[in-house]
């Protein structure tokens, strides 16, 4: 390429140069983040408790951005298809809003699965404490009662259902079981909380563990009896059901978390501007009232918290999971 050094000047003072050499990469455009549409891509389907994490923020972050913030959801794998694609395509506007599962799954999938470490840490979006329910059939109205009725019946082979094979409520009711010194169980797993708890409600399964703002309505109806609550302090909605910790269950704090993430390496103007957005949301009366309504605590704080939350979970999952031997499908 014969081009005289006053031809490239002229090039670079137009532009020409970094058209010849192809477009930077995308994570380095963000001088003037945001200048376009934003992408929240879940990795379930709608009307779950990640796909309302997404929603609850993205009208507020939008509002503070002064740009669309667009849920997409691309169910699959437990979340990985997502999480892969935010990864894969490297682009500050297509951030991703991942539970706990996320961190589980690099120790339950067959086969590699996205790192949550790899990713850049924004924000908290809400947590959720579980319950340990039973169906109002069942012999048992408190811990030590559901204790006595596992052991009983665990020549028979006592079982839980959970809403999937290696995720959080399967993990989290090992975790309760170790942590109880309980009898191995056997898990049904089903293809999401909603069949789990219907089977449950039905008296199909005797028992599982999951989301508060899950089970709440069928507690409130009486369809289901609630045991304990995995948080450090009762809920609001379940004021009079204990906290494990109050019934002496020793280092089993446990909630399930929606929050939001960026791809590797998301320059960190772009983090403290979506962190920004995000608490902005989460600050609205109407969106933390209705997380609160629905039984989750509100989230918020800084990137830094939320990266200290998913290193906690990464390790904490990750050693139940090799403990108990536990896989994906």
């Known amino acids: ?21 192809g477009p930077l990469p995308a994570v380095a455009q963000t001088a003037q983040w945001p200048s376009k549409p934003i992408s929240l891509l879940v990795g379930y389907p709608p ?9 609850f923020i993205s009208r507020g972050m939008a509002t503070a951005l002064a740009q669309p913030v ?54 908290l979006i809400l947590e959720s404490q579980l319950v340990l329910v039973v169906n109002p059939a069942a012999p048992a109205k408190n811990l030590s009662e559901f204790i006595a009725w596992v052991k009983a019946d665990s020549n028979k082979g ?12 399967h993990l989290a009711m090992e975790y309760f079981r170790e942590r109880v010194s309980l009898p191995k169980m056997s898990q049904v797993p089903y293809r999401g909380s909603a069949p789990a708890i219907q089977d449950l409600v039905g008296n199909q399964v005797p028992c599982m563990m999951d989301a508060a703002s899950l089970l709440i309505p069928f507690i409130s109806s009486g369809k289901l009896r609630p ?52 608490n902005a949301a989460l600050a609205d009366p109407a969106v ?38 536990i896989r994906a499908d």
């Open 158 to 169: 006592f079982s839980y259902a959970s809403s999937g094979n290696g995720g959080n409520t």
């Open 288 to 325: 933390s009232s209705q997380i609160v309504k629905n039984g989750d605590m509100v989230g918020g704080g800084t990137a830094e918290r939320f990266a200290a939350l998913t290193r906690d979970n990464y390790k904490l999952w990750g050693e139940v999971a090799k403990r108990n031997n």
């Open 1 to 21: 390429m014969n081009t005289s050094r006053r031809e490239v000047l002229k090039m670079a003072a137009t532009g020409a140069v970094i058209s010849a050499v």
């Open 47 to 55: 009307g779950g408790l990640t796909d309302a994490g997404s929603r």
């Open 70 to 123: 667009l849920v997409e959801n691309k169910p699959g794998a437990g979340g990985n298809i997502a999480a892969a694609e935010v990864q894969r395509a490297n682009d500050p506007y297509r951030l991703l809003v991942a539970n706990t599962s996320f961190t589980i799954n690099p120790h339950t999938y067959p086969t590699a699965a996205p790192i949550p470490t790899d990713f850049t840490p924004i924000g």
């Open 227 to 278: 045991i304990l609550v995995t948080g450090s302090s009762r809920l609001a909605a379940l004021p009079d059901v204990p906290t494990a910790a109050e019934l002496g269950i020793k280092d089993f704090v446990v909630t399930v978390f929606v929050g939001l993430y960026g791809p590797p390496k998301l320059p960190a103007d772009v983090v403290s501007k979506a962190n920004a957005a995000m």
